[in-house]
């Protein structure tokens, strides 16, 4: 958490998408995120007339990714974003690494410290034998 107990202005709190005189009715306290405890209120607002939720924030990514189907089940709206399994990946240059190897992608030369501190040699001789 950023933020924790603290308001954060957001532009909107509260609009409407049925006027061609659309406009944002207040400004309102907010997180830049979402925490457990206030999924169900989150899931609340979502009201019958969205019908999708793109999710920008990397804050809210694992939020949405873990809960989408519930959200889509409770309000019909559906939830653009990739399964907690493959964020995982995304999220962790370890794992990435290793799914880049796994699957035949171009990878970087790579270790971990201090867990493979062992091999930093192996991998300096490896590096110094690479041509640009």
């Not at 990514?61 to 493959?86: C, M, R, W």
């Not at 240059?93 to 971990?112: A, D, I, M």
């Amino acid at each position: 958490m950023d933020y924790p107990n603290k308001d954060i202005p957001t532009q909107l709190a509260h609009y409407s998408l049925s006027h061609s005189t659309d406009f944002a009715t207040e400004l309102a306290p907010a997180r830049s995120y979402i925490i457990k405890s206030e999924y169900e209120t989150v899931s609340g607002l979502i009201g019958e007339n969205i019908q999708a939720i793109f999710v920008a924030s990397s804050k809210e990514l694992d939020f949405y990714s873990q809960h989408k189907a519930d959200i889509a089940k409770k309000t019909g709206a559906k939830v653009f974003t990739n399964e907690p399994d493959i964020l995982k990946i995304c999220s962790d240059k370890w794992l990435t690494v290793n799914f880049l190897k796994e699957h035949g992608f171009n990878y970087p030369l790579t270790l971990r410290y201090p867990e493979d501190q062992d091999q930093i040699e192996i991998l300096g001789e490896k590096l110094s034998k690479l041509q640009y």
